[in-house]
C-alpha cells in the first residue's frame, strides 16, 4: 500500500465515521411515527454539524482524497482505469451529493428563514438529509469495496506471475536422464 492508497483510505474512513453515527440517531426519522425530532439528537447533530468551525479540516480531507484517487489513477493501467476510476467516479458522486443535499438540509435545521422555513419543512430537511447520508454512506462504501478488489486482485496478478517465474526457472533447468548413472570421483 502506498501514499496514494493511504490518502483515499484515511478520506473514506473519515468520512464513514463522520456519517455513521448521524445514521444511528436519523434513522427515526424515516418512520412516518418518528418521535419530535426537536426533543431527539438529530436536530442537534445537524446543528453542530451546520456550525462546525474547523471547514477547514473538512475540506483538506476531501481534497486528500481526490489527490489520492487522481494519483492512482495517473499510473493508467486496467486496475487503475477499473477500481480507481469506478471509486474516482463514487468519490465524486458522495460529494456532490453532500454539497447539493447535505448542507442545504443541515442549514435548512440549524438557521431557519424566519417566515418561511416551519417546524414541518426543518422536519422534512432532517429526513432528506438522512436519505443523502445514506447514499453517501454506500458509496463510501463501495469505495472500500473496490480498493478491496484492487488489492485482491494486484496479489493474484503477482501469485500468477510468481507462479508463472517458477515454472519457466524448472523448464530452464535440465533433468537427468533416469537411465544415466551417477558420477563417481573416479569418472570425474
Not at 5 to 29: H, N
Not at 51 to 75: F, M, N, Q, R, Y
Not at 99 to 109: K, L, N, Q, S
Request: aromatic share 8%.
Amino acid at each position: 500500500m502506498g501514499y496514494r492508497q493511504a490518502a483515499v483510505l484515511v478520506s473514506v474512513s473519515f468520512f464513514l465515521g463522520e456519517f455513521l453515527p448521524l445514521i444511528l440517531t436519523v434513522y427515526p426519522l424515516k418512520c412516518p411515527t418518528a418521535i419530535d425530532p426537536f426533543i431527539t439528537p438529530p436536530y442537534a447533530d445537524a446543528q453542530t454539524i451546520a456550525s462546525l468551525d474547523p471547514k477547514a479540516l473538512l475540506h483538506g480531507i476531501v481534497i486528500l482524497g481526490l489527490v489520492g484517487l487522481i494519483g492512482k489513477l495517473h499510473k493508467w493501467d486496467e486496475s487503475a482505469v477499473f477500481f480507481d476510476g469506478s471509486s474516482l467516479a463514487a468519490y465524486i458522486f458522495a460529494l456532490a451529493v453532500y454539497m447539493t443535499v447535505g448542507i442545504p438540509a443541515c442549514r435548512t435545521v440549524a438557521d431557519p428563514v424566519p417566515n418561511v422555513d416551519t417546524k414541518d419543512d426543518q422536519i422534512e430537511a432532517l429526513r432528506i438529509l438522512s436519505a443523502g447520508n445514506t447514499i453517501i454512506i454506500v458509496l463510501l462504501g463501495g469505495i472500500l469495496a473496490l480498493q478491496a478488489g484492487q488489492q485482491w486482485a494486484r496479489r493474484l496478478e503477482d501469485n500468477a506471475a510468481a507462479e508463472a517465474a517458477t515454472e519457466k526457472t524448472k523448464a530452464a533447468v535440465p533433468e537427468k536422464k533416469a537411465g544415466a548413472a551417477a558420477e563417481s570421483k573416479k569418472d570425474k
